[in-house]
């Protein structure tokens, strides 16, 4: 996963990840923001000069919020044939976006780790993104959320679930 907050990920990085992984995920903040003089953030777009721009073929996922995607031309690097796929969001009472998008993002690559495939990924996503955002700080899950949320007839996916969860709080150092 290439992954940042801006500006930490070369251009030389990503290729020698694309060179050495059988899959690369890339939360698009990393490539197209920077910093002003004054710690703002701002968004550069991801143009041919960019040093990454010829890399995009090579990434499998690319996460872009809609803030992004205005930077991008999204049919340029979009490669699913039916380019969009809608997955409901989570209700959620936002406290603190920070973080959601890792959460999001962690939560869909350990689905699709353990086996889930796009769609059903996103969707395990979508439900740790919206746990994150509705609290301050690092996120707590409760694991007893999964049992609600997915009720006990589907038992093996609260385990893929579960599981995500682990591969999630590993990479976010996350607490239970």
């Not at 995920?25 to 003089?37: N, P, S």
């Not at 780790?113 to 969707?123: E, I, M, P, R, S």
Request: aromatic share 10%; glycine share 12%.
């Amino acid at each position: 996963m290439a992954v940042g907050v801006g500006g930490e990920i070369l251009p030389e990085t990503l290729e020698k990840m694309v060179d050495n992984c059988g899959a690369i995920f890339v939360d698009i903040q990393a490539l197209i923001r920077v910093f002003d003089t004054n710690d703002r953030v701002k968004l550069v777009g991801l143009i041919k000069e960019s040093g990454f721009y010829h890399l995009l073929p090579c990434v499998k996922f690319l996460k872009v919020s809609s803030e992004e995607a205005l930077f991008m031309d999204m049919e340029k690097v979009r490669q699913w044939k039916d380019g969009k796929i809608k997955i409901e969001p989570f209700g959620a009472n936002q406290m603190d976006p920070t973080g959601g998008g890792d959460s999001f993002l962690g939560g869909f690559v350990g689905a699709l780790v353990h086996g889930l495939g796009a769609h059903d990924a996103a969707f395990v996503g979508n439900f740790f993104g919206s746990l994150s955002v509705a609290q301050i700080g690092l996120p707590k899950f409760d694991l007893r959320l999964l049992q609600v949320c997915f009720g006990t007839s589907y038992f093996s996916e609260i385990l893929i679930l579960l599981s995500c969860l682990s591969t999630l709080a590993t990479v976010l150092s996350l607490t239970f």
